[in-house]
Structure formats: C-alpha cells, structure tokens
C-alpha cells in the first residue's frame, strides 16, 4: 500500500504511524468548533485533537475535570463537520474512563458513532493499559497521553513538569512502553524534559507527539487558543504565539463600538435600499 502523504487526501491511523518510519513529522492541534476546525484543517494540520481543554479554553472552567462526555460530543460533531483531511480524535474527559472498561468502551462507541471521531485520546500509562486493550479489541484507535496529566491535577499537587527524577522519569519510560504494549497508535508526552522525551521518542515504535516535551519528538501539539493568543493566562514556557487574536478582536470590538455610538456604522453602502417606486408610493399614502 501506498502510503505517501504528500499524496493523500485523508490522514488515517496507518499514516500517523507511518509517519515514524518515514522520521516525518506529526503536526497536531485542538480544535472544538466549526470554524476552527475548518482553519486547521484547510491548512493541513495531520491531527485535529478535540480536546478537554476545551474545558479551560472555551467553557471557562479552572481545570478540564467538570467537563463532560455530552459536552465533548457537542463540541466533537461541530468540528467533525468541518474536518475533511486530518485524523480526528476526541478526549476522553475525566470520569469517562475512570469507573472501568465498560464505561470507557460505552463513551468512547459514543464518540465514534454520535461524533464521527476516528480515535480517542485517554491520560496515564501501566494504569491504563487494560482499557486501552478493551478499546482496541474493539476497533477503536487509542492514542495515549502521558507526563503531566491535566486531569490528574489534584494527584500531581499542581501542573508540574513530571520526569525530572531517576525513580519518575524511569517510571514514564514504563509507562509509555506499556501504552504502545496494549496496542495504543501514538502517544503524547506532555511537560516532560526533553532529554527524557528524546528517550522515549527513541525506544517506541509508535509516533510520539510532545507539548512541552522538546524537539525530539515524532510530532508536535498545541491547544489552538495558546498559538493564536486567544486565551486569558499567561503562556506557558513551550507555547510560541504565532498570532495575537485577542488583541485583533480586542481592537475590532473597540472600533464597532465607537462607530455605532458615533453613528459611522452603518453607512449607506451597509444598508438596504427601497427602489424609488416604492418610495413613492409611500409618500403619496402618508402611512
Ligand atoms: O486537551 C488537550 O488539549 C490535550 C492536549 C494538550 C494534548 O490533551
């Protein structure tokens, strides 16, 4: 089979991990909307991630944890209406996974059948391994995620950069070689230092894909918000604006204001316009 990229028209699960044998890079993003999804898409993003950031990033939430599998699958089906070329994977969010395989299998079938997702994304290594399998065994592709674990905020103390010790960072090697054991197609690291990344990246057979993890990667992800500046906290070390959206619409919403209040908005080119007959018409009834 003819696995060249550059020719295809849809990103499926073989070419992520065809992507590690040809030491091409994997470029992924989130996205929990129609028009953002359709952006990433069309500028030919591999991955779209709907992730449960969008907890933080567009619920206004403080952490992903109240987030839940309805409002995943909201957000999933609009942007699975805009998604043509890349592979798209859905988060399982907290509790969707936490009470047992079944439950994981029953949210994750959702994603797939009422959203259109063609992966799931779930967080933690050893722990996770049996659901992963069961999820697996059932035809759905699973990409793992590993390092700091949003959703395990309150077990970490905090959103630490984990791996930083011999005992942490050997248990993350064990962690990621038994994701790729129960059958997972790629996995992320997240905030882990890069020369633990770089290992790891070295010892799987399936493509890693870092945030906060360094250059050593096999791919990278960015929650869209964070690359635009669109999102209300200061960046954190490894995000690179590429863009400052908040201080676009910021300035837009500023001049709408003013020119309303000011009478400039609308002008007569933005307005409708009866034809003269009709005018007349009017004036002769006086109504
Ligand atoms: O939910 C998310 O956006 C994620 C990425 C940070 C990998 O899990």
New binding site residues.
């Given amino acids: 089979m003819d696995l060249n990229l550059e020719a295809v028209s849809k990103i499926t699960v073989p070419h992520i991990l065809d992507r590690k044998l040809r030491s091409a890079k994997i470029t992924c993003l989130?996205a929990y909307d129609y028009p953002t999804a359709r952006l990433v898409d069309e500028a030919g993003i591999d991955i779209i991630?709907v992730?449960?950031?969008l907890a933080q990033v567009v619920l206004g939430y403080d952490s992903?944890l109240p987030v839940t599998v309805d409002e995943m699958l909201h957000h999933l089906r609009a942007a699975r209406r805009a998604t043509r070329r890349a592979l798209l994977v859905a988060?399982l969010p907290y509790g969707a996974y936490h009470l047992g395989e079944t439950e994981a299998l029953r949210a994750s079938v959702r994603f797939v059948k009422e959203g259109g997702a063609e992966a799931v994304?779930l967080e933690g290594g050893r722990k996770r391994s049996a659901i992963i399998r069961r999820l697996v065994e059932a035809e759905i592709p699973v990409m793992g995620?590993i390092g700091l674990t949003p959703q395990s905020v309150h077990a970490m103390g905090g959103y630490r950069v984990q791996g930083k010790s011999f005992e942490s960072a050997t248990d993350l090697v064990a962690d990621a070689q038994a994701v790729e054991d129960a059958g997972a197609f790629a996995l992320?690291l997240?905030g882990i230092p890069r020369e633990l990344a770089a290992i790891i990246t070295e010892r799987l057979r399936i493509p890693t894909i870092g945030?906060g993890a360094g250059p050593g990667c096999d791919g990278q992800?960015l929650?869209l918000h964070d690359l635009v500046g669109l999102s209300f906290q200061p960046p954190a070390k490894f995000v690179r604006p590429y863009a400052n959206l908040a201080g676009t619409l910021r300035e837009a919403l500023a001049r709408f204001r003013d020119d309303v209040q000011a009478g400039r908005y609308p002008d007569d080119r933005e307005s409708y316009h009866w034809p003269a007959s009709l005018r007349e018409q009017f004036e002769k009834v006086r109504i």
Avoid: A, N, P
């Fill in positions: 989130t991630l992730g449960d950031s992903t988060d994304k995620h992320v997240e945030i992800v929650v």
